[in-house]
């Protein structure tokens, strides 16, 4: 892939920053006005979402011997799909200890001395590692985190030498976790593929069958001491096929775009929160659609969550599969690898959806 080598300056941690003790951000931060958490474009400056959530789905109901709540519940998955791109989901066969012994790992990861932490320092080469920053534009405004990157598939990519070797659980608790994940990405998958009217596997083998990607990215987001004039993580979609998080369980941070608001997520617990990927918005020729999301900071608290991204073969071309085109709906994105997809955000950071929407086709 054609990226630079190295950033384009010197990388500053952001937790070493909200640890040094100060009282205001530095202006590589501040985010314009109007990108702000409290800023209102067009939304409702009242808008109140406290009593608001993405739908929340138990997956057990899948295999449920009862056929309408079977029926029930794959239609409530397929409209989340279609209204939202999120939802939650809970009974979905990922140990809930396994969940908290993964996540509290990488809490003391990010607890660790300053410079165990450097031994495993990023490059915007893969990404890979210790790392606070996306994009390598010289300049740009930075949010407000911390994060450790790594791939876990394909196999030939997989390296637990890159991975942390402190605390001791690590790479053991990441290989269980994301073997759990993987799984559970299949059973969505199938999910997604049926609620299309597709045979149960077409979505998977769209996705280059058993070759697929998959990687974790685990942020931290530290105490900020002026969380009104910046984010965690800026507005976007995510460029791959599909998310699984597991957020921090005692403090919200995940805001998704409805309409012209921002809803702040309410996780529920032992609960992974799924999200629509541009990969899926191609392949169903916007059936589905990723949703743009961020993150919002505060000052009391540390915040770590657990991104997972399930994606497709990286050297396979993308495109709209031929079930969802035709002739009063062409494809609205040309074909594409994965890899060539996900070098804009490498290398100009989050942009809301300006990626996709930058590829659609002219009817």
């Known amino acids: 892939m054609n990226c630079l080598q190295s950033w384009p300056e010197p990388i500053v941690r952001v937790q070493a ?42 997956l057990q109901n899948i295999y449920s011997n009862d056929e309408s709540v079977r029926n029930e519940t794959l239609s409530c998955i397929s ?10 989901v809970v009974n979905h066969g990922v140990s809930p200890e396994l969940m908290k012994q993964t996540r509290e790992m990488w809490r003391e990861f990010f607890n660790l001395p300053l410079e165990l932490k450097q031994e495993y320092a990023n490059s915007p080469t893969t ?21 450790f990157f790594l791939h876990f598939m394909p196999h030939s990519l997989r390296n637990p030498n890159k991975w942390p070797a402190l605390p001791p659980s690590c790479r053991e608790l990441v290989s269980e976790y994301g073997e759990n994940l993987v799984k559970l990405c299949g059973v969505l998958m199938k999910v997604l593929s ?15 069958g058993e070759e697929i990607g998959a990687c974790l990215r685990v942020n931290f987001y530290p105490k900020c001491p002026q969380p009104d004039l910046t ?84 050297d396979l071309l993308i495109e709209p599969m031929k079930e969802f085109v035709t002739r009063n709906r062409p494809a609205l994105y040309p074909p594409m ?22 590829l659609t086709s002219s009817p």
């Open 194 to 208: 049926i609620n299309l009217g597709l045979q149960e596997d077409q979505f998977q083998n769209a996705f280059g």
């Open 79 to 88: 409209n989340a799909c279609r209204e939202w791109g999120f939802f939650q």
């Open 231 to 314: 984010l965690g993580l800026s507005p976007h979609s995510d460029p791959g096929g599909m998310t699984l998080l597991l957020p921090d369980e005692n403090v919200a941070g995940l805001q998704v775009r409805r309409g012209d608001n921002w809803i702040t997520v309410k996780p529920v617990p032992n609960a992974f929160i799924v999200n629509i990927g541009d990969q899926i918005q191609v392949l169903s020729n916007a059936i589905y659609k990723s949703v743009e999301h961020r993150v919002i900071v505060n000052s009391e608290k540390d915040r770590v969550s657990l991104a997972f991204f399930y994606n497709p073969k990286s």
């Open 337 to 358: 690898t994965y890899d060539e997809y996900r070098l804009y955000i490498r290398t100009k950071g989050p942009c809301g959806k300006a990626q996709v929407e930058s």
């Open 17 to 58: 920053l909200s640890e040094s003790g100060i009282k205001s951000i530095p202006e590589r931060y501040i985010k314009p006005a109007l990108q702000r958490p409290n800023s209102v474009k067009h939304g409702d400056r009242h808008f109140d979402d406290s009593q608001i959530n993405i739908p929340l789905i138990d």
């Open 127 to 147: 990404y890979e590692g210790y790392g606070s920053r996306l994009g390598v534009e010289k300049g740009a405004k930075l949010d407000w985190s911390d994060y």
